[in-house]
């Protein structure tokens, strides 16, 4: 997904959340920039063959193996990305944090499962 469509997602899950105010609009902008760079990361590595390490020929001439710069990027990309999700209450612990209780639903899987085992 582009800047533009991560934009939108974001501000709808935190309308869906409650928590979205206007002046966030500069958070959520950052986020989705970050957003967008991973999505672009992901692209280029699955396209590159999704490994997690890649042959490296250093200036010696000497292949060794590296973490794929891809990966790397998704990684700081997640990093960077947890801080404003929580500053905008999109996470369970944040939403909480808020005052906010999560709604549970009856009749999910995983409640039925539960109840299935216990």
């Known amino acids: 997904m582009d800047k533009t469509e991560w934009t939108e997602k974001i501000i709808e899950a935190c309308k869906q959340a409650g928590t979205y105010e206007p002046f966030f609009d500069i ?12 999505s672009d990361a ?34 700081e990309c997640n990093m960077q990305a947890l801080g404003y999700w929580k500053e905008l209450g999109l996470t369970s612990k944040a939403y909480n944090a808020m ?7 009856s009749g999910d899987a995983f409640s039925e499962l539960l109840d299935g085992i216990l």
Do not use: F
Not at 43 to 49: D, F, N, Q, R
Not at 99 to 105: A, I, N, P, R
């Open 99 to 105: 005052g906010k209780k999560l709604e549970t639903t």
């Open 42 to 75: 992901e692209k280029l590595y699955k396209e590159s063959g999704g490994q997690p390490v890649v042959k490296y020929t250093n200036k010696g001439g000497h292949t060794n193996l590296r973490k794929n710069p891809a990966l790397a990027v998704i990684q």
């Open 27 to 38: 958070v959520i902008d950052e986020l989705a920039g970050i957003m967008a760079l991973k």
